[in-house]
């Protein structure tokens, strides 16, 4: 019923009648935009709309009855289209949650969450379950962590993954359950599986917006109409790196990730088949003339991105991105999204997934879409374990240190866990220079860094306190 009445309303719309209130339970709906060029598309997203996808000349919004009049009486050609995931959701509905295998099927919030609570009090050696936070509407943001000794820091690199900041793209969720699922069951069994989990500290965050999710039908956007994906610090609209006056998963993921060391992650999402990596932001705020956004680390974005695509049973194939993969720019640029505010102002280097072209695909194809990204979500995972690693020390005490360390020519900085010292930063193969800072302390600087296509190359820094004598800078390195 709701779906028709939503239908109607586009169809009043259309012909030029005066809107009538919106619907309590759907202030936003899709519509697409025709964008003649890339010049629109950009025009587009400096009118500070939900842009979702952008293909074949039409950009899909989801906008309010304002935002749809707006952008209409600006001359934009415009028109309400169908909620595909509100379509899917009457579908499943009407035929369950449930596919064969229970595991390999929609998971609601609660089962969710007594799956997670399961497994945790299952497998207490390597799996810790916390809430980072709540939901507007009070639910639990659950972060899932999986590695050997998960109550120790050790000298391991972090990863993290999130799924679902959009509530109607839940693909990601099952993927991450699916995931979270193979590596308690294969540690101990799996060589591979087991060696991640020794290795690796693993965050995974199945379910970041729990309340669109849940919502009849699922929506995009947060409990308060807030597209969690435009929520963060904006860097190139000079927008302030704090949590004030931001959504609550959005403060949620923030405050935790200022407590946390991951350098490698993505953020899970639907509604198309692409690897997406940073920049999203061009350089300046609503520029309408950037085409592309590079960021120093290009290289290594476009690598761990191909990682994913090529691993993945169809992404590669895309005839519409070549390899399966694009700078976010160039498709359409976001402001305020998860991705760049990881690499701009956290030390981790994220990208963005978009798994499947259906948001909701029905129940009877996810042990399909699951199992072609059981090889990427790993493959991209390993990358964490490439370039440069090391801990910093103070040269005297031999103390852990809280350190940055960055690729010469690259701002990026990869912050060392001061509870360990260690770091990790991910690059392609190449010979690099490392500048090393710790506050009190003399830079380093090393030079002839290799990095091969294997296992990361070690390089452990024991920096001199300022102020030391002359024969302390021997103890340097
Ligand atoms: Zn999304």
């Given at each position: 019923m709701r779906f028709a009445a939503g239908l109607m309303l586009a169809v009043v719309l259309l012909a030029g009648a005066v809107a009538t209130a919106q619907p309590a339970h759907a202030p936003y709906a899709p519509a697409e935009v025709r964008v003649e060029d890339a010049t629109a598309v950009r025009r587009l997203a400096a009118q500070e709309v939900s842009i979702d996808r952008v293909r074949a000349g039409r950009a899909r919004v989801y906008v309010t009855l304002e935002e749809f009049a707006a952008l209409e009486a600006a001359g934009w050609e415009i028109e309400w289209i169908p909620d595909e995931a509100t379509a899917a959701w009457k579908v499943l509905h009407e035929?369950?949650?449930?596919?064969?295998d229970p595991l390999l099927s929609y998971h609601t919030f609660a089962e969710m969450t007594a799956l997670l609570q399961g497994w945790a009090t299952q497998y207490p050696e390597i799996m810790r379950l916390t809430s980072i936070g709540t939901s507007v509407q009070g639910r639990a943001l659950w972060m899932v962590k999986i590695t050997d000794n998960p109550d120790v820091e050790e000298d391991e690199p972090e990863f993290k993954y999130i799924a679902t900041?959009?509530?109607?793209?839940?693909?990601g969720t099952e993927v991450m359950l699916d995931l979270i699922r193979r590596l308690l069951e294969g540690h101990g069994t799996d060589e591979r599986l087991t060696g991640l989990v020794n290795e690796t500290v693993i965050w995974i965050m199945?379910?970041?917006?729990p309340d669109g999710w849940e919502a009849s039908p699922p929506r995009r956007f947060n409990a308060n109409n807030v597209d969690l994906n435009r929520n963060f610090p904006r860097w190139a609209c000079s927008d302030?790196?704090?949590?004030?006056?931001?959504q609550v998963e959005t403060a949620a993921v923030m405050n935790w990730s200022a407590t946390r060391f991951e350098t490698l992650s993505a953020n899970l999402h639907g509604g198309e088949m692409v690897a997406n990596y940073p920049?999203?932001?061009?350089?300046?705020?609503?520029?309408?003339?950037?085409t592309v956004s590079i960021s120093q680390d290009d290289d290594v974005f476009q690598a761990v991105s191909r990682a994913y695509s090529f691993a993945h049973?169809?992404?590669?194939?895309?005839t519409d991105f070549a390899d399966g993969i694009t700078n976010g720019a160039a498709w359409y640029p976001v402001y305020g999204g998860m991705q760049d505010w990881n690499y701009r102002y956290m030390g981790c280097m994220e990208i963005t997934l978009?798994?499947?072209?259906?948001?909701?695909?029905?129940?009877?194809s996810l042990p399909g879409l699951i199992a072609e990204n059981r090889e990427a979500v790993l493959a991209y995972m390993e990358w964490v374990h490439r370039g440069v690693r090391g801990l910093v020390r103070?040269?005297?005490?031999?103390a852990p240190l809280a350190a940055r360390v960055r690729v010469a020519g690259r701002a990026f900085t990869t912050r060392t866990n001061?509870?360990?010292g260690n770091f990790h930063r991910v690059t392609i193969p190449g010979t690099y220079t490392l500048t090393v800072e710790a506050d009190g302390y003399l830079p380093a600087t090393i030079a002839d860094v290799v990095v091969t296509a294997g296992g990361a190359t070690r390089v452990d820094v024991n920096l001199v306190r300022e102020g030391a004598n002359a024969f302390d800078a021997w103890a340097v390195h």
């Open positions: 035929q369950g949650l449930k596919a064969d900041m959009h509530g109607d793209e839940i693909l199945p379910m970041m917006n302030a790196n704090t949590t004030t006056g931001r920049l999203d932001e061009c350089s300046t705020c609503n520029n309408f003339t950037c049973g169809r992404m590669w194939q895309s978009e798994l499947e072209d259906v948001k909701i695909p029905p129940v009877q103070d040269a005297h005490t031999g001061p509870a360990v």
